[in-house]
T-cell receptor
Protein backbone atom coordinates (compact mmCIF):
# COMPACT_ATOMS: atom_id res chain seq x y z
CA UNK A 1 0.00 0.00 0.00
CA UNK A 2 1.11 3.52 -0.73
CA UNK A 3 1.75 5.96 2.09
CA UNK A 4 3.49 9.24 2.76
CA UNK A 5 5.30 10.33 5.90
CA UNK A 6 6.29 13.91 6.55
CA UNK A 7 8.84 14.23 9.32
CA UNK A 8 8.07 17.13 11.60
CA UNK A 9 4.64 18.70 11.85
CA UNK A 10 6.30 22.10 12.44
CA UNK A 11 9.55 23.54 11.11
CA UNK A 12 10.90 26.96 12.06
CA UNK A 13 13.68 28.76 10.18
CA UNK A 14 15.09 32.26 10.14
CA UNK A 15 14.60 34.47 7.13
CA UNK A 16 17.42 33.79 4.68
CA UNK A 17 18.16 30.34 6.06
CA UNK A 18 17.87 27.03 4.24
CA UNK A 19 14.44 25.42 4.17
CA UNK A 20 14.34 21.61 4.33
CA UNK A 21 11.02 19.77 4.59
CA UNK A 22 11.25 16.00 4.71
CA UNK A 23 9.05 13.49 2.93
CA UNK A 24 9.37 9.73 2.71
CA UNK A 25 7.04 7.50 0.76
CA UNK A 26 6.16 3.87 0.61
CA UNK A 27 5.28 2.41 -2.77
CA UNK A 28 5.72 -1.01 -4.34
CA UNK A 29 5.70 0.52 -7.82
CA UNK A 30 7.37 3.62 -9.28
CA UNK A 31 5.70 6.63 -7.72
CA UNK A 32 4.63 10.02 -8.89
CA UNK A 33 5.51 12.56 -6.21
CA UNK A 34 4.16 16.03 -5.51
CA UNK A 35 4.59 18.95 -3.15
CA UNK A 36 1.71 21.31 -2.50
CA UNK A 37 1.58 24.52 -0.46
CA UNK A 38 -1.45 25.80 1.43
CA UNK A 39 -1.72 29.36 2.64
CA UNK A 40 -4.25 30.21 5.36
CA UNK A 41 -7.87 29.93 4.24
CA UNK A 42 -6.86 28.83 0.76
CA UNK A 43 -6.79 25.60 -1.20
CA UNK A 44 -3.64 23.67 -2.01
CA UNK A 45 -1.37 24.91 -4.80
CA UNK A 46 0.96 22.62 -6.72
CA UNK A 47 4.62 23.56 -6.07
CA UNK A 48 6.33 20.86 -8.10
CA UNK A 49 6.06 17.27 -9.20
CA UNK A 50 8.21 14.31 -10.15
CA UNK A 51 6.88 11.88 -12.72
CA UNK A 52 9.80 10.52 -14.76
CA UNK A 53 13.20 11.69 -15.96
CA UNK A 54 15.41 14.11 -14.05
CA UNK A 55 15.34 13.37 -10.34
CA UNK A 56 15.96 17.00 -9.33
CA UNK A 57 12.76 18.92 -9.89
CA UNK A 58 12.42 22.68 -9.76
CA UNK A 59 9.17 24.33 -8.84
CA UNK A 60 7.67 27.73 -8.24
CA UNK A 61 8.90 30.29 -5.72
CA UNK A 62 12.46 28.94 -5.76
CA UNK A 63 11.64 25.51 -4.30
CA UNK A 64 13.11 22.27 -5.55
CA UNK A 65 12.96 18.62 -4.56
CA UNK A 66 15.05 15.56 -5.32
CA UNK A 67 13.67 12.08 -5.86
CA UNK A 68 15.96 9.54 -4.21
CA UNK A 69 14.73 6.05 -4.93
CA UNK A 70 17.29 4.35 -2.68
CA UNK A 71 16.12 6.43 0.27
CA UNK A 72 12.43 6.51 -0.78
CA UNK A 73 12.57 10.24 -0.18
CA UNK A 74 11.40 13.42 -1.88
CA UNK A 75 12.58 16.24 0.37
CA UNK A 76 11.67 19.85 -0.42
CA UNK A 77 14.34 22.54 -0.20
CA UNK A 78 14.81 26.25 -0.76
CA UNK A 79 18.21 27.93 -0.32
CA UNK A 80 16.93 31.08 1.36
CA UNK A 81 13.64 31.38 3.24
CA UNK A 82 11.41 34.39 2.79
CA UNK A 83 8.67 35.55 5.12
CA UNK A 84 6.13 34.83 2.40
CA UNK A 85 7.09 31.13 2.49
CA UNK A 86 5.30 30.68 5.81
CA UNK A 87 2.54 28.19 5.05
CA UNK A 88 1.67 24.51 5.30
CA UNK A 89 3.34 22.11 2.91
CA UNK A 90 1.99 18.73 1.85
CA UNK A 91 3.82 15.89 0.19
CA UNK A 92 1.72 13.51 -1.93
CA UNK A 93 2.19 10.28 -3.87
CA UNK A 94 0.32 8.49 -6.62
CA UNK A 95 1.22 5.84 -9.16
CA UNK A 96 0.28 4.56 -12.59
CA UNK A 97 -3.14 2.96 -12.62
CA UNK A 98 -3.71 3.83 -8.99
CA UNK A 99 -5.76 6.97 -9.61
CA UNK A 100 -5.88 8.02 -5.96
CA UNK A 101 -3.32 10.55 -4.70
CA UNK A 102 -2.39 10.13 -1.05
CA UNK A 103 -1.37 13.17 0.99
CA UNK A 104 0.90 13.40 3.98
CA UNK A 105 -0.22 15.06 7.20
CA UNK A 106 1.55 18.29 6.34
CA UNK A 107 4.41 20.37 7.73
CA UNK A 108 3.80 23.91 8.87
CA UNK A 109 6.71 26.21 8.05
CA UNK A 110 7.35 29.22 10.26
CA UNK A 111 9.79 31.91 9.11
CA UNK A 112 11.32 34.18 11.76
CA UNK A 113 12.48 37.69 10.99
CA UNK B 1 -7.73 30.65 -16.81
CA UNK B 2 -10.34 30.66 -14.09
CA UNK B 3 -9.61 28.43 -11.12
CA UNK B 4 -11.75 25.87 -9.34
CA UNK B 5 -14.76 27.64 -7.84
CA UNK B 6 -16.38 26.48 -4.62
CA UNK B 7 -19.28 27.77 -2.58
CA UNK B 8 -20.09 28.58 0.09
CA UNK B 9 -16.77 29.51 1.75
CA UNK B 10 -18.11 28.95 5.24
CA UNK B 11 -21.07 27.09 6.69
CA UNK B 12 -22.21 26.54 10.26
CA UNK B 13 -24.98 24.02 10.91
CA UNK B 14 -26.37 22.06 13.81
CA UNK B 15 -25.83 18.32 14.03
CA UNK B 16 -28.45 16.27 12.21
CA UNK B 17 -29.04 19.07 9.72
CA UNK B 18 -28.18 18.72 6.04
CA UNK B 19 -25.74 20.75 3.97
CA UNK B 20 -24.61 20.91 0.36
CA UNK B 21 -21.43 22.17 -1.25
CA UNK B 22 -20.95 23.16 -4.87
CA UNK B 23 -17.90 22.96 -7.12
CA UNK B 24 -17.18 24.19 -10.63
CA UNK B 25 -13.91 22.77 -11.97
CA UNK B 26 -11.55 24.28 -14.49
CA UNK B 27 -13.06 24.19 -17.95
CA UNK B 28 -12.06 21.05 -19.81
CA UNK B 29 -10.86 19.15 -16.75
CA UNK B 30 -12.48 15.75 -16.94
CA UNK B 31 -11.51 14.56 -13.48
CA UNK B 32 -13.00 16.03 -10.32
CA UNK B 33 -12.24 15.19 -6.71
CA UNK B 34 -13.77 15.95 -3.34
CA UNK B 35 -11.40 15.87 -0.37
CA UNK B 36 -12.06 16.25 3.33
CA UNK B 37 -9.38 18.05 5.34
CA UNK B 38 -9.76 17.83 9.10
CA UNK B 39 -7.81 20.41 11.10
CA UNK B 40 -4.17 19.36 11.44
CA UNK B 41 -4.39 16.57 8.87
CA UNK B 42 -3.73 16.13 5.20
CA UNK B 43 -6.59 15.97 2.71
CA UNK B 44 -8.42 12.66 2.47
CA UNK B 45 -10.14 11.64 -0.77
CA UNK B 46 -13.89 11.23 -0.50
CA UNK B 47 -14.83 10.69 -4.13
CA UNK B 48 -13.34 10.93 -7.60
CA UNK B 49 -15.30 11.50 -10.82
CA UNK B 50 -14.15 10.93 -14.37
CA UNK B 51 -16.58 13.01 -16.43
CA UNK B 52 -19.87 12.11 -14.76
CA UNK B 53 -18.89 8.62 -13.66
CA UNK B 54 -17.55 7.65 -10.24
CA UNK B 55 -13.98 6.26 -10.28
CA UNK B 56 -13.40 5.89 -6.55
CA UNK B 57 -15.80 6.43 -3.65
CA UNK B 58 -14.32 3.85 -1.31
CA UNK B 59 -13.81 6.37 1.52
CA UNK B 60 -17.13 8.16 1.17
CA UNK B 61 -19.43 7.48 4.18
CA UNK B 62 -22.34 6.56 1.99
CA UNK B 63 -24.86 6.40 4.82
CA UNK B 64 -24.68 10.19 5.11
CA UNK B 65 -22.60 11.57 2.25
CA UNK B 66 -23.61 11.73 -1.40
CA UNK B 67 -22.13 13.40 -4.44
CA UNK B 68 -23.08 13.86 -8.04
CA UNK B 69 -21.60 15.37 -11.14
CA UNK B 70 -24.37 15.82 -13.63
CA UNK B 71 -23.33 16.54 -17.22
CA UNK B 72 -19.70 15.98 -16.27
CA UNK B 73 -19.06 19.57 -15.19
CA UNK B 74 -20.31 20.98 -11.86
CA UNK B 75 -20.50 18.80 -8.81
CA UNK B 76 -22.34 18.88 -5.50
CA UNK B 77 -21.45 17.12 -2.26
CA UNK B 78 -24.18 16.63 0.32
CA UNK B 79 -24.14 15.58 3.94
CA UNK B 80 -27.35 14.40 5.57
CA UNK B 81 -27.53 14.20 8.53
CA UNK B 82 -24.37 15.95 9.67
CA UNK B 83 -22.36 14.82 12.69
CA UNK B 84 -19.95 16.79 14.84
CA UNK B 85 -17.00 14.87 13.35
CA UNK B 86 -17.89 16.17 9.88
CA UNK B 87 -16.45 19.56 10.86
CA UNK B 88 -13.68 20.06 8.32
CA UNK B 89 -12.70 21.90 5.17
CA UNK B 90 -14.13 20.30 2.05
CA UNK B 91 -11.85 20.79 -0.92
CA UNK B 92 -12.75 20.32 -4.54
CA UNK B 93 -9.99 19.73 -7.08
CA UNK B 94 -9.78 19.01 -10.78
CA UNK B 95 -7.16 17.69 -13.18
CA UNK B 96 -6.73 17.32 -16.92
CA UNK B 97 -6.42 13.56 -16.94
CA UNK B 98 -6.85 10.80 -14.43
CA UNK B 99 -4.56 12.83 -12.20
CA UNK B 100 -1.92 10.21 -11.51
CA UNK B 101 0.88 12.36 -12.89
CA UNK B 102 -0.89 15.63 -13.66
CA UNK B 103 -1.24 17.20 -10.28
CA UNK B 104 -4.42 18.86 -9.13
CA UNK B 105 -5.83 22.38 -9.07
CA UNK B 106 -7.70 22.99 -5.84
CA UNK B 107 -10.47 25.38 -4.95
CA UNK B 108 -10.34 27.49 -1.80
CA UNK B 109 -12.57 25.03 0.05
CA UNK B 110 -15.70 25.20 2.18
CA UNK B 111 -15.12 25.31 5.92
CA UNK B 112 -17.94 23.40 7.64
CA UNK B 113 -18.57 23.72 11.35
CA UNK B 114 -21.11 21.36 12.90
CA UNK B 115 -22.32 22.44 16.36
Amino acid sequence: AQSVTQLGSHVSVSEGALVLLRCNYSSSVPPYLFWYVQYPNQGLQLLLKYTTGATLVKGINGFEAEFKKSETSFHLTKPSAHMSDAAEYFCAVSYTGGFKTIFGAGTRLFVKA
Amino acid sequence: EAGVAQSPRYKIIEKRQSVAFWCNPISGHATLYWYQQILGQGPKLLIQFQNNGVVDDSQLPKDRFSAERLKGVDSTLKIQPAKLEDSAVYLCASSEGQGENYGYTFGSGTRLTVV
